[in-house]
């Protein structure tokens, strides 16, 4: 079941082009990492999946309709956007009930998910005094108050720690696969959801690079053979001749790309090249990552 | 609406501003009032005296005198609107209410609401320090005759409107320091200036204070003469007017702009 449909989006902001044409969409019950690099246009395009920033084209879709004309939002989609959102002289238990209110959530339901992001105990503090991690934790919490079954994160590990990470995968992976909920989780860094995500939508100067599964995407990566030999060069002509590119990572190491292991070993029983290294490496998510958001 | 409104109302009284606005109200109120009371029946150089503490002259301008802590409502306004862009708090806002004119509505009914409150802790203020004043001098007490009704009616009017004031401008300009110092400019100098100047006060009795001054007009000599006013329901027109079109500029400022 979609949950979440983008299609053909288009917003500007005076001559930068922030998000142009982007489409894709979010299954139930699936977490999806929305990837690129900083200012490739995420942020632009949950804000107006959100209503917050309005479209030049196209449509951003929640359950089918704009989030703008979603009766009870909170109740529908939650949304994690950034990590100073509060009044800091606000508590933040106080900050959940003024939601609460403004949504028509019982007033128990604040203690309810401070309970869930762990933070009980802190619930009477102003949130001035919060450090980055419990704001997350806080947004995550402020997110979830109205049990919604769309779950949209900008960046939400910014700023956690370790331990921090870890319970944010395991309170994302929770929600999607035993709750059904739809996750979009946008991150700069491809290992932080690499653990997490079911699929990938990679975008990069406001432009879809990439979309699918992880798996495709370590398939579309290209695995380099990587040769170390002192006379390495003497390889070059007969693998070029056999289709291959050459890219010279340094002192006599070459990656040969577009040939298999076999086809560079028999290049170098012909050649005669003594090797002290023959090996196909493998494919790097991070490395395939960084080609496909690279500057063109 | 009605969830929103106490949602706006439940944001206000869940930090400290309100009750610091509060106290520099009654603060400035009180100086006020121990002027005004420490001044009656004494005559500035070269004017006749000013009524004397047992007159009903003396109580109109205690109760009117009300009116002069407007600004730290308005600031109060300035503040409920330019926070939620400060704290970045205006993103949740909108999330949970995505229709954006409801909002500004619920924001403009709370602030009307607390600047009723504060238009009433000023009544009281003044209500305690006139009353015992006026039975020492041995005078007589009045409050349901004399315009005093009206003068109350001004100070709260007045006091719910400023508040609205301030809610407009913050939607306007955004930027809250700017916003309360473009206020304070304009009600301390500008309109002090338009309002005091017997040449200007052609135009200064169309600005808001002039306005508010219609409404609580009592023709106490100043030293400058009688002043240029307009008449209490034309004052009460020009205000509603000015909240109108404050009203209006927050809605059209705030339900299209991009939050980034």
Same mark, same amino acid.
């Given at each position: /079941?979609?949950?979440?449909?983008?299609?053909?989006?288009?917003?500007?902001?005076?001559?930068?082009?922030? $998000?142009?044409?982007?489409?894709?969409?979010?299954?139930?019950?699936?977490?999806?990492?929305?990837?690129?690099?900083?200012?490739?246009?995420?942020?632009?395009?949950?804000?107006?999946?959100?209503?917050?920033?309005?479209?030049? &084209?196209?449509?951003?879709?929640?359950?089918?309709?704009?989030?703008?004309?979603?009766?009870?939002?909170?109740?529908?989609?939650?949304?994690?956007?950034?990590?100073?959102?509060?009044?800091?002289?606000?508590?933040?238990?106080?900050?959940?009930?003024?939601?609460?209110?403004?949504?028509?959530?019982?007033?128990?339901?604040?203690?309810?998910?401070?309970?869930?992001?762990?933070?009980?105990?802190?619930?009477?503090?102003?949130?001035?005094?919060?450090?980055?991690? /419990?704001?997350?934790?806080?947004?995550?919490?402020?997110?979830?108050?109205?049990?919604?079954?769309?779950?949209?994160?900008?960046?939400?590990?910014?700023?956690?720690?370790?331990?921090?990470?870890?319970?944010?995968?395991?309170?994302?992976?929770?929600?999607?696969?035993?709750?059904?909920?739809?996750?979009?989780?946008?991150?700069?860094?491809?290992?932080?959801?690499?653990?997490?995500?079911?699929?990938? $939508?990679?975008?990069? &100067?406001?432009?879809?690079?990439?979309?699918?599964?992880?798996?495709?995407?370590?398939?579309?990566?290209?695995?380099? @053979?990587?040769?170390?030999?002192?006379?390495?060069?003497?390889? @070059?002509?007969?693998?070029?001749?056999?289709?291959? &590119?050459?890219?010279?990572?340094?002192?006599?190491?070459?990656?040969?790309?577009?040939?298999?292991?076999?086809?560079?070993? &028999?290049?170098?029983?012909?050649?005669?090249?003594?090797?002290?290294?023959?090996?196909?490496?493998?494919?790097?998510?991070?490395?395939?990552?960084?080609?496909?958001?690279?500057?063109? | 609406?009605?969830?929103?409104?106490?949602?706006?109302?439940?944001?206000?009284?869940?930090?400290?501003?309100?009750?610091?606005?509060?106290?520099?109200?009654?603060?400035?109120? *009180?100086?006020?009032?121990?002027?005004?009371?420490?001044?009656?029946?004494?005559? %500035?150089?070269?004017? %006749? #005296?000013? #009524?004397?503490?047992?007159?009903?002259?003396?109580?109109?301008?205690?109760?009117?005198?009300?009116?002069?802590?407007?600004?730290?409502?308005?600031?109060?306004?300035?503040?409920?609107?330019?926070?939620?862009?400060?704290?970045?708090?205006?993103?949740?806002?909108?999330?949970?209410? %995505?229709?954006?004119?409801?909002?500004?509505?619920?924001?403009?009914?709370? *602030?009307?609401?607390?600047?009723?409150?504060?238009?009433?802790?000023?009544?009281?203020?003044?209500?305690?320090?006139?009353?015992?004043?006026?039975?020492?001098?041995?005078?007589?007490?009045?409050?349901? +005759?004399?315009?005093?009704?009206?003068?109350?009616?001004?100070?709260?009017?007045?006091?719910?409107?400023?508040?609205?004031?301030?809610?407009?401008?913050?939607?306007?300009?955004?930027?809250?320091?700017?916003?309360?110092?473009?206020?304070?400019?304009?009600?301390?100098?500008?309109?002090?200036?338009?309002?005091?100047?017997?040449?200007?006060?052609?135009?200064?009795?169309?600005? #808001?204070?002039?306005?508010?001054?219609?409404?609580?007009?009592?023709?106490?000599?100043?030293?400058? +003469?009688?002043?240029?006013?307009? %008449?209490?329901?034309?004052?009460?027109?020009?205000?509603?007017?000015?909240?109108?079109?404050?009203?209006?500029?927050?809605?059209?400022?705030?339900?299209?702009?991009?939050?980034?």
């Amino acid at each position: /079941m979609t949950a979440i449909e983008i299609r053909n989006l288009a917003k500007s902001f005076g001559p930068v082009k922030a $998000v142009d044409d982007v489409s894709f969409s979010v299954d139930a019950g699936t977490i999806t990492g929305y990837l690129g690099p900083n200012g490739a246009g995420k942020t632009t395009t949950l804000r107006c999946l959100l209503g917050l920033v309005t479209a030049d &084209r196209g449509t951003a879709l929640v359950d089918g309709r704009p989030y703008p004309a979603l009766e009870h939002p909170l109740t529908e989609v939650g949304a994690v956007l950034e990590a100073t959102s509060f009044h800091p002289g606000r508590t933040a238990r106080d900050h959940l009930r003024v939601i609460c209110t403004a949504a028509g959530l019982p007033a128990a339901r604040a203690d309810e998910a401070l309970a869930q992001v762990g933070l009980a105990e802190a619930a009477r503090k102003r949130v001035g005094e919060f450090s980055l991690g /419990m704001r997350q934790r806080l947004a995550l919490g402020t997110a979830t108050l109205g049990r919604p079954r769309v779950l949209i994160l900008d960046e939400p590990a910014n700023g956690l720690d370790p331990a921090g990470i870890e319970w944010l995968r395991g309170f994302l992976r929770n929600l999607a696969h035993d709750q059904g909920v739809a996750v979009l989780v946008s991150s700069h860094v491809l290992a932080e959801v690499q653990q997490t995500v079911d699929n990938v $939508v990679i975008i990069a &100067r406001g432009r879809l690079v990439h979309q699918g599964s992880l798996a495709e995407l370590t398939g579309n990566g290209e695995r380099p @053979v990587r040769v170390h030999a002192a006379e390495a060069d003497r390889l @070059v002509p007969a693998l070029e001749a056999e289709g291959a &590119r050459v890219e010279r990572a340094g002192d006599g190491v070459l990656r040969f790309y577009g040939v298999d292991a076999e086809t560079v070993g &028999r290049a170098v029983l012909e050649e005669r090249v003594l090797v002290t290294e023959l090996v196909r490496e493998r494919s790097d998510l991070q490395e395939i990552f960084m080609q496909l958001t690279r500057e063109t | 609406m009605v969830a929103l409104v106490r949602s706006e109302l439940q944001k206000l009284f869940t930090t400290r501003l309100w009750w610091i606005m509060l106290l520099v109200t009654l603060l400035f109120t *009180g100086i006020g009032l121990g002027v005004t009371i420490g001044f009656a029946g004494q005559a %500035p150089p070269g004017a %006749p #005296p000013t #009524p004397g503490r047992e007159t009903l002259e003396f109580q109109q301008a205690v109760w009117a005198s009300g009116t002069g802590s407007a600004i730290f409502v308005m600031v109060l306004g300035i503040v409920m609107m330019t926070g939620e862009y400060r704290y970045q708090t205006i993103t949740t806002t909108f999330l949970t209410t %995505p229709r954006r004119g409801r909002v500004v509505t619920a924001k403009l009914a709370a *602030g009307l609401l607390a600047g009723v409150l504060f238009g009433v802790a000023s009544l009281l203020l003044i209500a305690v320090a006139v009353i015992p004043t006026v039975l020492i001098a041995g005078g007589e007490v009045t409050l349901l +005759g004399g315009g005093i009704p009206r003068i109350m009616l001004g100070v709260l009017a007045t006091s719910a409107l400023y508040a609205l004031f301030g809610i407009g401008l913050g939607a306007l300009v955004r930027n809250q320091i700017a916003a309360v110092v473009g206020a304070i400019v304009w009600v301390f100098v500008i309109e002090t200036l338009l309002t005091a100047i017997p040449a200007l006060q052609g135009v200064g009795k169309f600005t #808001p204070s002039g306005a508010a001054q219609s409404l609580i007009a009592v023709q106490v000599d100043t030293g400058f +003469g009688e002043a240029d006013l307009l %008449p209490a329901w034309a004052g009460a027109t020009v205000l509603v007017a000015y909240a109108l079109v404050f009203a209006v500029v927050a809605s059209l400022t705030t339900v299209r702009r991009d939050i980034t």
